[in-house]
């Protein structure tokens, strides 16, 4: 049954199906570009909050405009002035291993070079993201898999379950291709 307490047809199970994996595989992008790689991204700063207007947490794309200005430097121009420390503070404390510099009007992000084990660190990270995206896609395959198997006492036959898994198996087999490919992009970015 669905939300609305309606009996599932397959058809239904596999656009369901089809749209969670997509979902999973956004959010695997997203994870992604969050990973240092040789050249720094905005995406870098996306998860690191500061503590602004008495203790209000905001993200850091939220409080002024991030830009690349070279391969190894990000650029944050705040829109109110008086968050220059917050934003510098955050950077400080978070763990992405960068130096901010405030000059008044920006803060300049200067991340060093990346080691040989730092490099190695990150493809690892991105590893294990692999490996838990592709974790959370059999969960979904098993979660579809079951709901046609209860359709087999409301008349679902064996050859439509059957075919029904076939399809599930095909689209969990592309979007893995499809993350795995993600993955080895980001790693050769990391190891250039």
């Known amino acids: 049954m669905n939300e609305e307490g309606n009996l599932l047809d397959p058809e239904e199970i596999l656009r369901s199906f089809e749209k969670e994996l997509k979902g999973s595989l956004e959010h695997f992008k997203s994870e992604l570009s969050k990973v240092r790689a040789n050249r720094v991204t905005t995406a870098t700063l996306d998860v690191i909050e500061a503590e602004v207007y008495d203790g209000q947490k905001m993200r850091l794309n939220q409080l002024g405009q991030i830009t690349i200005e070279g391969p190894r430097t ?4 705040p829109w109110d002035k008086g968050n220059l420390k917050a934003i510098c ?12 510099q405030s000059t008044g009007e920006v803060v300049r992000v200067f991340f060093p070079e990346m080691t040989q084990e730092r490099r190695e660190q990150m493809v690892k990270v991105v590893k294990k993201l692999l490996e838990d995206t592709k974790g959370r896609f059999r969960d979904l395959r098993n979660k579809s898999l079951k709901k046609l198997s209860s359709m087999r006492s409301s008349g679902l036959s064996e050859d439509e379950e059957s075919f029904y898994k076939k399809k599930i198996d095909e689209l ?8 795995e490919n993600l993955s080895e992009a980001k790693i050769s970015d990391i190891k250039a």
């Open 172 to 179: 969990l087999k592309k979007i893995e291709e499809e993350a």
């Open 89 to 100: 503070d955050a950077i400080t404390k978070s763990d992405i291993g960068a130096s901010p």
């Open 74 to 77: 990000l650029k944050i121009e």
